[in-house]
Structures are given as C-alpha cells and as structure tokens.
C-alpha cells in the first residue's frame, strides 16, 4: 500500500452519500482533491472546509456529465487546480427510477446509459493523459451488486449499465496498464444512507434485503470508502483489473 501523501484525485459525484466519503478518506489520507458534483454545493463546501483544517487543497467544480463538452471543460479546470492527476475515482451513477421492460422507452434507456456508463468513459478518457504522466496511477470505478446479480425488480437498464463496468474496467486494465496505470472496481451492495437507497429503496424492502445479508446489517458509505482508499493507494502496486465486492456476503465471486 503506498502512501497517498500529497498526491492529486479527482472524485467525480462527490456531494453526497459514497463520493462525499472518498472525498474524506481521500483527504485524510493525504491527497488533494478535486471534487466534482451535479447539484447541491453544501457538501462540496464541507470538504473544502476539511481540507482546509487538514493542510489539504480542494475544490468543486459543478458539470452534467453526460453531455462531452461538460465533462472536458470539468477534468481540464481539475487537473489545472491540481497541478496533475494520480487518482479517479468515477462514483456518478443512478438509477433514475424503477421500470420493468415494457416501460422501457429510449429516451430511458439513453438516460440511463449516458449517466452511468457514458459519463465514465468522458471522464476517463480525459483524465487518462494526465494519470499517464504520474508515474503510477489508479482508477476506481464504482459497479454495484446489481451488475453481478441482476438487481431487483424494475432494474433492469441500470443493472445492466453496472455489469457493463465491470467489464470496462477489466478491459481499461489491460489498455493502460502498460501506462502504468492500475484499474479496478468496487460493487456495492445494499448501502443506507445514501440518495440512491433514500430515493429508490423502501424501509420494508431494505428490511427484507438486510434479512438475506449473513453480516446481519446493511453496509453504510464508510465500508465503501475504505476500500476505495485503499484501491487508491495502489497506484504503485500489482492490483489491477479486480472487483471488490462489498455486500455483506450477499454475493462471494
């Protein structure tokens, strides 16, 4: 595990819920960041106040990254405020809302798309330049329990999306490693406390979820960040092209 002071990470849908706890895993481990967000500015304004008591750089830079022009103008204003990129952390995602396939039009299935498959691969490709100069880097892309299982009812497009990262990242592991860059993925499973579960997930279902977890509990945004840090810090290491599932024990690959 290398030591991840002073380097630079760029954390993409950090205002709230898992993005916000990299973010402050991230700064405390040492790194300055650059925090990426779509709506809300309280968040984004808490981290830059942590950095600021820690020694730390940070700052937010709001863009919808679905469309390309967004996403370019937001890696560039990033990097330019970092001074370079070691880390990316590709946290965007939704799933917009239930819908079983024959409420399936393609305006959905564009949108559902676009914010969690296409926003990473702007993103990606633009931070790629700059990772490749570090001398070692990491990508951390963030894939769900519902790539590997199929996700509950109504979930279909976005779990497809989800199990589509997680082929992007074996593939991005081969393509940049001779870059001397590092991707993995991390799958959560169910995580309260989040907007994705406080707007798409029932207490009753939450409950009936937790029942079917051999850990007993549901997971919070802290048993994502810590392995999503750790991932980090393996800019340097030999860990490459690798899902960590994070579920309680739902799902062991």
Known sequence: M???TGKRALITGAEQGIGKAVAEGLLKAGCDIAIHYFSGEEGPQELVALAQSLGR?????????THEAAAVEMVHRAVSFLGGLDVLVNNVGGLVERRHLEAVDMSFWKKVIDINL????LVTREAVPHLAKSGGASIVNL???????GG??????YSMTKGAVLTLTRALSAELGP?????????PGLILGTRFHNVHTTRESADETIRGIPLGRAGDVQDVARPIVFLASEYDGFVTGETIDINGGVYCA
């Open 57 to 65: 750089k940070a700052q937010y830079f709001q863009a919808d990254l």
């Open 2 to 4: 290398g030591s991840l």
């Open 179 to 187: 870059q001397g860059i590092r991707v993995n993925a991390v799958a």
């Open 152 to 157: 509950h009812g109504g979930s279909l497009v």
């Open 118 to 121: 296409t926003t990473m691969m």
């Open 143 to 149: 894939a769900s329990l519902a790539g590997r299982k």
